[in-house]
């Protein structure tokens, strides 16, 4: 390493760190990408609530009223009030024990209701910045180290392609390794910026479970008091005597308050502390607001309706996390800008594969016997696995989810057949020669991407989920992009053979030189 220059170092550090992490990180990148929709997966995964028509002060009313009525002595409530993406009320609340309960209802009823225990597009999300199976901080801890390494393979990769915008305009389809490496440099420019702000805010986000001590130096006496400073407007109030039972001013009234101060807008929750006593401290949050920040107006009054608080979060240390925060979740984009973020996150995980086929490919070209390499075979299979078995576990997750009823006290079927499919794809990628390698799975992703629409469709009839294309708009979304999924499916069939076929030809063509040098 000493006698190579910085490029060459940068390329070495490129080309090992993205094959020791990418097959991680494309993990991530897909199932954070797929994020970017996962209230219309919620509602895909959930078709009864599809149809669900949202009227806020009704769903206020209802939800107040059951928890008046089932919590009156509890500390606190947290109402999260239905609108369009989330069409149900749903309620925590700590009771006097200590204990926490909490409850989903129906808007417009105040019912409670029976759902499945799926967790739809939350899984994906959740497994994006905390994976699964593992305790919720290592998860955290080991997407931050793969964002870490994301960062250094992006700026070791810049350093690297020393003609990285002109190499943009060349791309060579279907021509061995430089069809590869070509579609990595377009996929990597193309949405540079993209992909170095979404490494960076990932970071930034958890920067407490890694640099815990600009924390501990600026709140030495409690850190936690940064959470309570960047999820809060009104000032701490302390109260000396216990709180005692007061009659709090209904909450239709408290609504008229904020309608006069705000008019009619959405509104996101309502949080009360010491409900129906002297201390009572009732919270409103606006719904709509597109700024980076997400910085939405909250107003606060006692239990009298006195305003106590009417402002956004102007603290410096709530903004930046804010900002960052709305940066990697896309909370500002408009459906055109999210769907500009969706294709980015799809170049990603495009750029990422590329990148790794490019290194097995490159390392076999250069390889010069014909010998078994058993780490040449173990990574064409974990790319297999990773680039079509995940997107595979993925699309039979969506299909449990139309064969199985999730209860709270049930397994959940859908998390285990997603893991037991992309399982299931290693092991047969471990038995399937490298001739059929690509093709047997790629033809399976493509069927199930056709055929999972087409049943979809046949069950949301036959249960009289849906009656016209309006109520089907909400599936038929989803179900396209399968369709999408399943032309792109095709296309790798056709066109992935002629890159492999061509490399097998280039190894064979080396092979016969180096024999006839030998000889």
């Known amino acids: 390493m000493q006698n190579k220059g910085v490029r060459q170092s940068m390329a070495w550090l490129h080309a090992w760190t993205g ?17 970017y929709y996962r209230h219309q997966i919620n509602l895909w995964m959930q078709p009864q609530l599809a149809q669900y028509q949202v009227n806020q002060d009704t769903a206020i009313r209802t939800a107040t009223g059951y928890l008046a009525k089932n919590a009156a002595d509890a500390k606190s409530w947290y109402l999260k009030i239905a609108n369009h993406e989330e069409p149900i009320n749903k309620m925590y609340w700590q009771q006097a024990s200590g204990g926490y309960e909490s409850r989903s209802l129906d808007a417009n009823t105040g019912q409670e209701l029976k759902l499945s225990a799926t967790q739809g597009g939350d899984f994906f999300y959740n497994f994006h910045f905390q994976l699964y199976g593992v305790p919720i901080m290592v998860g955290r801890l080991i997407a931050c180290l793969a964002a870490f390494i994301m960062l250094i393979a992006l700026v070791s990769g810049i350093i690297t392609h020393k003609k990285i915008f002109t190499d943009f305009f060349t791309l060579r389809t279907f021509k061995s390794q430089r069809s590869w490496l070509d579609f990595h440099n377009v996929s990597s420019v193309l949405a540079l910026p993209f992909f170095l702000t979404i490494t960076f805010t990932g970071l930034a986000i958890f ?15 409690n850190p936690f008091q940064y959470f309570t400073e960047i999820r809060t407007t009104e000032k701490s109030i302390t109260h000396q005597a216990e709180p005692k039972k007061a009659e709090m001013l209904p909450i239709g009234s408290l609504l008229e308050k904020v309608k006069q101060q705000w008019g009619d807008q959405a509104l996101a929750s309502i949080e009360v502390k010491n409900p129906n006593t002297d201390q009572a401290l009732i919270t409103f949050k606006q719904l709509e607001d597109h700024s980076i920040t997400l910085n939405q107006a909250q107003i606060s009054f006692d239990g009298q309706g006195q305003v106590l608080a009417n402002t956004r979060n102007e603290s410096a240390v709530a903004t930046l996390n804010a900002g ?18 969706f294709c980015s996150g799809i170049l990603g995980c495009l750029m990422i594969a590329s990148g790794l086929l490019l290194w097995s490919l490159k390392r076999q070209i250069q390889n010069k016997s014909n010998q078994f390499h058993f780490g040449y075979y173990l990574v064409d299979r974990l790319n297999i ?23 709270e006290n049930t397994p959940n079927y859908e998390i285990y057949t997603f893991f037991s499919v992309w399982g299931l794809s290693f092991i047969i990628a471990l038995l399937t020669k490298k001739h059929y390698l690509w093709k047997s799975q790629v033809c399976i992703f493509g069927l199930i ?21 309006q109520s ?27 890159i492999q076929a061509k490399s097998v030809q280039k190894i064979k063509t080396k092979l016969a030189k180096q024999q006839e040098v030998n000889a």
């Open 19 to 35: 094959l020791i992490f990418g097959w991680l990180l494309f993990a991530i990148f897909l199932m954070g990408t797929s994020s």
């Open 207 to 221: 920067f407490y479970l890694y640099l815990p001590w600009g924390m501990q130096k600026l709140y030495p006496e």
């Open 324 to 341: 960052v925060y709305g940066l990697h979740m896309a909370t500002f984009a408009q459906p055109i800008l999210r769907f500009a973020f």
């Open 385 to 407: 696995a990773a680039f079509v078995g995940l997107p595979i576990a993925m699309l039979g997750y969506l299909f449990a989810n139309r064969f199985v009823y999730i209860t």
């Open 449 to 469: 991407a056709l055929i999972l629409p087409v049943y979809n469709l046949v069950y949301l009839i036959q249960h009289q989920l849906i009656t016209d294309l």
């Open 472 to 498: 089907y708009w909400i599936f038929l979304r989803i179900d396209l992009f399968l369709l999408v999924c399943a032309l792109f499916a095709v296309f790798l069939f056709k066109n992935i053979q002629p």
